[in-house]
Structures are given as C-alpha cells and as structure tokens.
C-alpha cells in the first residue's frame, strides 16, 4: 500500500493495454498519440508561462568517444584540399584565407546514457505498436513506415511541469529500485504550488542527476524512476509527453512478466512520447530559485527518416 492506494497487481498493469488504450480516439490513422493533447491553446498557455526570460537545457552533453563515434575533418587552407583545383568556386581554388571544419558522426541514442525521445514505434507488444499496427512495419532498411519521430517533426511545444521527487522526499536522490507513485506526483504538486493539466510534458527528478554529476553514471540495470501505478494517473490528467533523470521506469518493474511497464504501455497502448535520461539539475534549481515550476519547453526531434526516436536538447524557458 502506499498512503491508501493499492500497488497494482501484474494482471492491473496488463489489463492497462485495454484500459488505457487511445487506441482510435484520434482516429485509425492517427500517429501522434497523446501529443494530439497539445493544441493550439495548450500552445498558447504554454508561452504565457515564461515570466522571467530564463532558458536552460534539461540534456547532458553528449561526450566523445563515450557515447558516439566521431571523425573530424579539418582544412585550415581550402585552396589546399585534395580536389579545390576543380571546384565550382573561385574561393576553394584561390582564396588562401578561408578553411573548414566538419564532422561524420555515428550515434545510438537509445539507452541509458543520452538525452532522447522515444517515438511510438519504439517498442512492441505482442507484435504490435500503437494503434493496432503491425511490427512488419518496421523494416531494417527503411525503419518505420508508421508512428516514427517524424511524427513530431513540428516538435513538441506546451508547458513543462518538473515534479522535483527527491526534493519532496528531502534526499538528494532517490535511491536505485526506489519507485515513484502518484501520491508522491500529488505531493510535489501540493509543495510546488502546481497542478499538471491536459496537453502538458511533466518532468519527474529522481536526483539521479544529481548523482551522475558527482559520482559518474551507475552501473547495472537498477533505476528509480516511474512506478507502473503512475500510469492511470497520467493517462486521466491527459499528460503529452513525460521525462525523467532516468530513462523513466523504476527497475526492476516489480512484475515478472512485464520488462518495461511504463515503456510498453504509455508507448504501445496509449501512444504516450517518452523523453529518457534528461539531466534536470539546472531546471530544479532554476525552478526553486523563481519559485515557478511551470514553464515553455520546447523540444525539437531532429527529422531522421523512419525512425523510433531522436537525440534532443529540451529547452525549458521560465
């Protein structure tokens, strides 16, 4: 029990997928899930909550060599790279001033590690992805022909919440296994002075940031983060998109047959976008320091053809 509300069993966290599905409430051909919530008046609240003018990134720095593969190419003189006698402009073959750099990047952004949005299509469940799609949609060539992150290619822009967990629990980080519930949500709204509403991104901190700032990256697959119960909750407050200083799920789940709840059900049944491993360190103590925990966020996919994610740099400007 946690403060009267029971833990869900494993057949309540299975019975989500019919319980919680949007399965055709946009429509058959609908791809966009619950970032339909994000409407043009959403929008619109969303830029009255800048109130200061303040911007911070909530991603981590993507590092070299750790998390992509990455050459460089450097020509401090074009006029002197292999081939300039034959380019179209004058400059590459006579201006002895003018030089480049530019870079060939490979990157897997899914994980534990960078700062991404999963798109729909990310995860399956019983051979199927969200609004009743096949998985043969996916192919290993071409990638996704449906629900893909081009999606969002307009990108997501609403009012972001940060429900600052670890504050509410006056730690300075949630302790690996450790859940979150909804009356801890509810209870950072009460302290914070803020009720997430229809349309918007909530943002949950864990403090793990926090501990990936001081202690480096943890190892092994134990996270705090989303208990499966939050589920019900964010599917009746009609919340757009959720993130976390984790990659969401508190592991283990605590149900042996369900990996992943938080990823298979908001992302297969109720088409609910998932913003993994933000770094939300700077946003908490922006947030405290204004006393506002409400804010624009922006968050821009980078249009990569069929695929079930992005690497991104949410913006939240209070």
Known sequence: MTAGR???????????????????????????????????????????AVRHGRSVSCAWEVAVP???????????????????????????RNDRRWGFS??????????????????????FWDGTMYNGRSHSLVDAATGSAWAAVTAAANGII????????????????????????????????????????????????TGYGRFRHEAGAASGVTQAGWHASCLPWLHERQVALIGADTPQEVQPSGYEDVLMPVHAVSLVAMGL??????DLEVCARTAAELGQWDFHLA????????TSGSPVNPIATF
């Open 273 to 278: 976008w998932l913003l993994d491993n933000c």
């Open 102 to 123: 530019h870079e060939r990047l490979g990157i897997t952004f899914h994980g534990n590690t960078l700062t991404h949005v999963d798109s729909p299509c990310h995860i």
């Open 6 to 48: 029971p833990i869900p069993t494993q057949d309540d966290v299975l019975g989500y997928f019919d319980t919680l599905s949007n399965w055709g409430r946009w429509g058959e051909d609908d791809e966009l899930g619950t970032l339909n919530h994000i409407t043009d008046d959403v929008r619109l609240a969303a830029a009255r």
């Open 158 to 205: 609403t009012r972001g919440v940060l429900l600052d967990i670890a504050r509410v629990r006056d730690v300075p980080w949630l302790e690996p296994g450790q859940g979150v519930f909804p009356e801890d949500l509810e209870e950072a709204e009460r302290r914070q002075g803020v009720r997430v509403r229809s349309g918007d991104a909530v943002l949950l901190r």
């Open 299 to 306: 968050v821009a996919p980078v249009r990569f053809a069929g």
């Open 66 to 92: 750790e998390d992509m593969e990455r050459s460089t190419t450097t020509c401090p003189c074009a006029a002197d790279m292999p081939g300039a006698e034959d380019m179209p402009l004058p400059g590459f």
